[in-house]
């Protein structure tokens, strides 16, 4: 607690001190002076609460002292008691309170009165002080709410009408405050968006929420439309509601959405094309190897064998293109999983190794595989990816090396319990890579020089796949290279020690002439494209199989409608109906057991959730175009095994 300042004004020394030994306390500062000169000075320099002044002084009274108190600002607000020996008449006490005093003290002074007095005048001062820094608080928030950007309103609880309201109304809606005092705050805000404000409000009000934030568009003076943000806080039956304009971040959050909107409708087109360009690419390719294998089991002399082998390098190599384009497109789009499993690392890497044996030895390179003594038997990695990893550093390596050596080198560089960090370097004694191309050939379509596309080939998409798939694996991708000489390429990652590999179920893969017959097996086949119809026709009848070809979902209802059929092989992609529409409507409109049939999807779809659309549409099993005889083999017979109505496939 503050001290509180007395002065004490009195022309002698003797009665200042009596003045003093009497009020003396702990909460009070005592000041005094024999001089009105000097005691106007003392006030003009402190806080003075309350003054006990002297009535009879020379050369200036106490009733001109005080006058001279109370006309100046500074001094005006003080407590005045007079301190008095003359008479007590009334003429003396009516002057005295005329100049400005509260009250009197009378000569010779009662301790117990005098101490009475000056304590209910402290308490007075004190009640006065704070009073003042209320109003100084108030004056300070008026101030401020006068001059707030924010529109800052008092609102009556129960009809919401605005009691008061701060100027900044009139820029953010263009009324002036006197508009819209005792309107309800609710019909300032735009028409259908009026009910659900009111009852934001009503919810504050019925549920007592102290402060709630709430977003919404009001109506302007000259009907536009603002967006503000209103913060309101509730208390003693009113809404103290405070908003701002937000319509610059309501019209950037908007541009955000159509952006992503926009995104996303790109993204689906550029999806629905990939979807297109790998049915039509793939669909083709399909054929030409089906129709290959087929032609191996005809009688050929050599010279037909050597097309046939040069046909099948051709269709895997347009294949590879269309994987390389398809594989980069998911990995930008975030499509790509990567699915570690215990595996024999070992064996992958000899596996690899023997694949591109043959090609390396066509072209006479050496090509040496080294493995670390310390790399473990079995660990957790996605096979598929880092084979596709592999394959592609060493295919490179070796396309471009005129001669000399291609070495896959992997070793363990650190372990820590049960994870090793590995890596994996791929070494050759091609043409190398100019410095001012080495950063360069990770991105799309670039390859080590100009000329290299039509020279060796190539979409320029394999090293930015391999940086893509390293990186989504957690590893890091380097090159070192010099022109002329060769080329490294490392790939280092963390991999976890596993214990043992799960061994997938027997695919009993044979060659297409070794696959057992079915026995008196019905299948519709939906397919518009003619190659594929006689590819998969003559496939099937080598199997014992009765078929019928349709081209579009809407024939394959008038045929089920009319025959039998144990299965339905369909592709997706089709004229008037296709795959998807034509699997919905079997699985709702018919009666079974038709309703039930097994249809397998043909699908030339890479995309995961393409894949996901025909299991959702009804098809009980995807197989993706191009495929090999024994994997259509094996899906019909599990399928036609699991359905007891259906004839079992001869043993």
């Not at 003396?92 to 000056?118: M, N």
């Not at 793939?282 to 005809?298: A, H």
Request: aromatic share 8%.
């Amino acid at each position: 607690m503050s001290l509180v300042n007395i002065l004490i004004v009195d022309d002698k020394e003797e009665n200042i001190i009596a003045l003093e030994a009497l009020l003396r306390r702990d909460d009070i500062n005592l000041m005094s002076t024999t001089s009105p000169n000097d005691a106007l000075r003392i006030a003009w320099e402190n806080p003075i609460s309350i003054a006990l002044v002297d009535v009879q002084m020379p050369n200036i009274d106490g009733f001109e002292l005080v006058e001279m108190f109370k006309s100046n600002p500074r001094t005006k607000d003080i407590l005045i008691i007079f301190v008095t020996a003359i008479s007590k008449e009334s003429k003396y006490a009516v002057k005295g309170f005329g100049t400005g005093a509260i009250d009197y003290l009378y000569k010779p002074l009662d301790p117990y009165i005098t101490a009475a007095k000056v304590d209910a005048f402290i308490q007075l001062a004190r009640s006065q002080e704070e009073i003042k820094a209320k109003n100084e608080e108030l004056m300070s928030y008026a101030i401020m709410v006068k001059n707030s950007a924010d529109v800052i309103a008092t609102i009556d609880a129960q009809y919401f009408r605005l009691k008061s309201v701060n100027p900044a109304v009139h820029k953010l809606l263009g009324y002036q405050p006197a508009e819209v005092l005792q309107k309800s705050i609710v019909d300032l805000v735009l028409e259908p968006e009026q009910t659900k404000f009111r009852n934001k409000l009503s919810s504050i009000v019925n549920n007592n929420v102290s402060f709630a934030v709430a977003e919404f568009p009001f109506e302007t003076f000259d009907k536009r439309m603002v967006w503000a943000e209103c913060r309101i806080t509730y208390s003693n039956k009113v809404l103290y509601l405070n908003m701002s304009d937000i319509s610059p971040q309501k019209s950037y959050e908007q541009d955000l959405i159509k952006s992503k909107e926009e995104s996303d409708r790109a993204r689906k087109s550029k999806e629905d094309f990939l979807a297109s360009m790998s049915h039509e690419l793939r669909t083709p390719v399909n054929g030409i190897i089906g129709l290959t294998t087929m032609m191996r089991k005809t009688d050929l002399d050599e010279q037909q064998s050597k097309f046939l082998d040069l046909l099948d390098v051709s269709s895997q190599s347009l294949l590879g293109v269309i994987n390389d384009v398809l594989d980069i497109s998911k990995i930008e789009a975030g499509k790509f999983n990567i699915i570690y499993k215990p595996s024999l690392v070992r064996q992958q890497l000899h596996s690899v190794f023997g694949l591109l044996k043959y090609k390396a030895d066509e072209q006479g390179i050496e090509l040496i595989l080294d493995i670390d003594n310390e790399l473990p038997e079995v660990m957790l990695i996605d096979p598929l990816r880092l084979n596709q990893i592999l394959l592609n550093l060493l295919s490179n390596a070796i396309k471009f090396t005129e001669r000399g050596f291609v070495k896959l080198h992997v070793s363990v560089l650190q372990r820590i319990n049960d994870n090793v960090r590995v890596a994996f370097n791929v070494a050759d004694s091609g043409i190398g890579i100019a410095a001012d191309r080495l950063n360069k050939i990770f991105e799309s379509f670039e390859q080590a020089e100009p000329d290299t596309i039509a020279k060796y080939g190539g979409t320029g998409l394999g090293l930015t796949i391999v940086k893509r798939l390293v990186e989504l694996k957690g590893g890091e991708l380097t090159v070192t290279s010099e022109l002329g000489k060769g080329s490294v390429f490392s790939f280092v990652n963390w991999y976890k020690v596993a214990d043992k590999v799960i061994q997938p179920a027997s695919a009993n893969v044979v060659e297409q002439g070794c696959l057992e017959p079915f026995t008196d097996v019905n299948v519709l086949i939906a397919e518009d494209n003619l190659v594929n119809q006689f590819m998969l026709s003559k496939m099937l009848k080598d199997w014992n199989v009765n078929v019928d070809i349709v081209e579009n979902g809407n024939k394959v209802i008038d045929k089920l409608n009319e025959n039998d059929y144990d299965i339905i092989l369909m592709d997706t992609h089709m004229p008037e109906l296709n795959g998807y529409q034509t699997a919905k409507h079997i699985r709702i409109n018919f009666e079974e057991p038709k309703r039930s049939i097994p249809i397998i999807s043909l699908s030339a779809a890479t995309f995961d959730h393409e894949q996901q659309q025909a299991l959702s549409a009804g098809m009980n099993d995807v197989l993706s175009k191009p495929f090999q005889p024994q994997q259509l083999h094996e899906k019909m017979k599990r399928l036609i095994n699991e359905l007891p109505i259906l004839k079992p496939v001869s043993e």
